[in-house]
């Protein structure tokens, strides 16, 4: 199955800075999500994005699916952005595949 | 416009019992995903249902079986419980495609499930 690896697995921030966190996988994708789980284990969708960009308020994604990786850009991160941020694959018809994460802390 | 809903939100059961979770996809939607995910890590997919179906199995054991109902609500029982089923139970629900699943998936709040 595709394998998907998540960069950083943690990253504290000053509240206001900004980041990347990036989502690699071993094969062919047509399907990509980005999501945001809150500290009560609510998943919440960030981003439908198999290739492209786009951009949400503070938040934006790229997917570079020849190069089989995706970003997601936080600008202006505030204390509410904390928590796990999970990208999940699928190629053709395949089982959807859970990265491994980014755990982000914001502090003021 | 209702969002995925879980039933119960908390559940607390003894190794050895049964337990069935429940699901109630987005309205308009018609398929269900069913995840599990342990503490630390992330969402493990266990099944799909479409038109009544398991369509898609992950590496779980047989001891997790689901239904499909024709409203598109949908449960997951797990028997024979072990103390390592202790997890999230997540639903996710889409919307298909020409008969194909669409991966733009809708989570619930999940289940957490307790075994001791």
């Known amino acids: 199955g595709i394998q998907v690896e998540q960069s950083p697995p943690d990253l504290i921030l000053q509240e206001g800075a900004n980041s990347t966190l990036r989502c690699n996988f071993s094969?062919?994708?047509?399907?990509l999500q980005w999501f945001h789980q809150n500290p009560w284990g609510q998943l919440i969708n960030l981003f439908y994005?198999?290739?492209g960009t786009k951009q949400n308020g503070r938040l934006s994604a790229t997917t570079v699916a020849t190069e089989r990786y995706s970003l997601l850009y936080i600008s202006s991160s505030q204390t509410t952005d904390s928590g796990v941020y999970f990208c999940?694959?699928?190629?053709?018809?395949?089982?959807?595949?859970f990265g491994t994460g980014t755990k982000l802390q914001v502090i003021p | 416009d209702a969002g995925v809903t879980q039933s119960p939100t908390h559940l607390i059961k003894t190794r050895g019992q049964q337990v069935t979770l429940r699901c109630s996809p987005k309205?308009?939607?018609?398929?269900v995903s069913w995840y599990q995910q342990a503490l630390g890590q992330g969402p493990q997919f266990i099944f799909q249902?479409?038109?009544?179906?398991?369509?898609q199995r992950g590496n779980f054991p047989d001891r997790f079986s689901g239904h499909q109902f024709p409203n598109y609500s949908s449960e997951l029982n797990v028997n024979a419980l072990l103390l390592g089923d202790s997890a999230l139970y997540l639903c996710?629900?889409?919307?298909?495609?020409?008969?194909?699943?669409?991966?733009?998936?809708?989570f619930g709040p999940g289940t957490r499930l307790t075994v001791t």
């Open positions: 309205s308009g939607h018609d398929t």
């Open positions: 249902y479409y038109e009544e179906e398991e369509r």
């Open positions: 994005i198999p290739s």
């Open positions: 996710a629900s889409s919307l298909a495609l020409s008969g194909h699943p669409s991966y733009e998936q809708y």
């Open positions: 999940a694959v699928a190629g053709g018809y395949q089982k959807v595949t």
């Open positions: 094969d062919s994708v047509n399907n």
